[in-house]
C-alpha cells in the first residue's frame, strides 16, 4: 500500500519543468491507488483514456504531491468508480469515448454517448452504431412522489442539459443530471492537431474559462518540452487570468442575486463584468481575451496605456464594489434566500476534491495558485479564502472575497511587471513527452494532459474541467430543497457544461 | 440600498460614456431597429436563445446585451423563456448531434412567422469544431438560416447590428 502511495512524488516544480514521467501499473497497483482514493487518502485530479491506456491523476492532500499513473489497455481496467464515486462519470465517458470497460463500476450506464454519434467508441475503435436503449434514471420510490424534467434547453441563457427531479410536493428528493448535450468530441479533434490550432481548441472548451484553459494547455505542452516561458509573459498571463477571474465573479454575484429576483445586484454587477470585459479589450484586443495565451508566452504584450486602463478599472471596481457587498449583506429577503440554502456537506466536497468556490465554501483550502504553485503566483502575495457553512450564501462570499483577493493581485502586477519578451520560440521535436498543466481558473482547478507528437503536432490531449467534480455535489446539495431554489443553487455552483461534456 | 437608489436617479446612468463611434453607431441602430421592427411586429420582437453546444462564449455576450451598457429592451427586443413566446431563435454553438432534436423541436414549437439567427462562428460552419464525429455541423446543416453575425464571440455591438440587418431584410418582404 505504500508503494502506490509514494509513487505521488512530483512536486508541482516537477511537474511544471519537465515532462511528466509515464508510471505504468500493473492490475495491483492500480486497484490499491482506488482503494487509496476511497479512503480518502488521495485526491483524483483527473481520470481519462488516451491510446496508452486509462491515466489517473493524483494527488496527496498531505504534501501536495502530484503522481499520473497509467493503466496500459486496449480493452478494459479495473474500476475506480467502484471504491470512489467520483471517478464514476469519468468512467463511463472513457466507455463511451475509448470503449475501455471498467470492470466492476457500479454504474454502466452511457454517459456522453446519447446515441446520436453514428459510431460508438468513436475515436478508439469506432463500431458501427446500436440502437442505445432509452436512458434509465436512478428510481426514486415512496408516496406520491412525481418527476420534473428540465432541459436540455433551459428557460435562461446558459447551456444545455437535462435535470430530472423527483419531487415530493415542492421538495426534491432527488436529482439527477443528465450532460453531454454539448459533447463536441474535443479529444478526437486535439489528435494529431497542430499544437496552434491545439491551443485555439484549448481555449474554447468552456469560454468563460478561455484564458484558464489556454493556459493551462500551454503549460502542458511547455512542460512537455521542457522549456521556460519568459518571465514578462508569466506576469500578463496572471493579468488575463485575474481579470477573467474578476469579469467572472462580478457576473455571477449578480447573476446568483437575480436568480432570487433581485435584480439590482445584477444591473449593478452587470455593470462592473462589462467594464473588465471593456478593459480587457481596450488592452489586449479581445473582450475575453480569446487566443491571446498560447504555449510560449503570450501573443501580444500589453499596450503602452495599458496598465493606466487596467489601474483605472481597479480603481472603478473599488469605488463601487464595497457598497454592493453592503447591499448584499443588508438585505435580508435576499439572505433569507441564500443562507442555509443548497448546502454542501465538507466531507463531500473533501472526497470529491471539489475545487474553485464551491470547494472553498465547504471546507476545502485548495487553489492551484497556491497548493500547486506557479509563475507568476509564486512570487505575488494573496489570502485564499475559505469557508465551511457550504450553502449559497458562503459560495456569494467567497467569490466576494476572491473579488477582492484579485483586484489586489492585478495591482501587484502591474507595479512589479517584469520587462523583456513575451514570448520565446517552442523546440523542435519531444515527440512522445508528456506534460501536465493545472491552472486555477475562477471555476476550479483545470487540468491539461498532453502527448506530444511528430513535427509540432499533439499526439493526444485531454482537458479536465473543474465541473467534473462539481456536478456530482450539486445532486448532493440540493437534496431537500425545494425546486424553486434549484435556480439560486444551480447558478451558485455554476458548472461548466461544454467544458465538462468536451 | 437608497443611496444607490438614489445616486441612480440623480447621476443618471451608471454606464460611463461610450466611445464616440460606439456611441453613433448605437444611436443610428436604435431609431433603425425601432422603424424595422414596428413595420414587421409592431413595437417588438421576442427571442429565444437556443444554445445548441457552443463553448459558451457566445452566451456570455448574449447576456452582455441585457446590461445597461446595450439595455436592449431600449429597442423593443426581448429574450423570453419558451419558443412558444418566440420570434426569433437565436441559435449559438456548432450543432452537436446530441442536440440537434432538440433544437428541431424547439423550432417545431416556434409560432410562424419566425426566423432563424445563426450567432457566432460556429453556429455558422461549424467553426473548429466542423468535422468532429460529434458535430452536425453550423445551424444550417439542420434548418434554413435567415441571418448569420459572424465573431467569436459576436461583439454585444455586432449581436445587435445583426438583428436589425435581419428585420431590415424582412422589411422588404
Redesign the interface.
Known sequence: MADILECIDLSSADVRSAPIPERAVGLMEWVAAAEALGRDTVELMGLWASRRGVHMALRRPGTGRLGLLTYPTDSSFPSVGRHHAAAQRPERAIRDIYGFVAEGAPDLRPWLDHGRLGVHHPPGTATPVMEMPAYDFLPAEGESLHQVPVGPIHAGIIEPGHFRFTAQGETVVRLEERLGYAHKGIGSLLRGAPIARGTMLAGRTSGDSTVAYAWAFSQAVEAAHGMTVPDRALWLRGLMAELERLANHLGDIGAICNDAAFAMMHAHCGVLRERVLRAADAVFGHRLMQDMIRPGGVARDLRADGAALVSDLLGDIRARFGALVRLYDNSPSLLDRTVGTGRLSPDLAARFAAGGFVGRASGRAFDARRGLPYGPYDRLAFDVPCRSDGDVNARIWIRIEEVRQSLALVEQILDSLPAGPVFADLPEGGSGAMGLGLVEGFRGDILAWIEIGPEGTIAEGYLRDPSWFQWPLLEAAIEGNIIADFPLCNKSFNCSYSGHDL | ?R???LEGLLRGP???PLAREEAAERDALGSKLVRATRHVLGRSLSIR????????????????L????YDLERFGLR?V??PRHADVLLVT??V???????LQR?YDATPAPKWVVAAGDCAIDG???A?????QGGVSAVMHVDLKIPG??P?PSALLRGLVELMEGRSND
Open positions: 440600498m443611496r444607490l437608489l451608471l454606464g460611463e436563445e437556443v444554445d445548441a453546444g457552443s463553448c459558451n462564449g457566445c452566451e456570455l455576450e448574449i447576456n452582455a441585457s446590461n445597461a451598457f429574450f423563456a419558451s454553438g456548432p452537436t448531434r446530441n442536440m440537434a432534436e432538440a424547439a467553426g473548429c469544431f468535422g468532429s464525429y460529434a458535430v467569436c464571440p461583439r
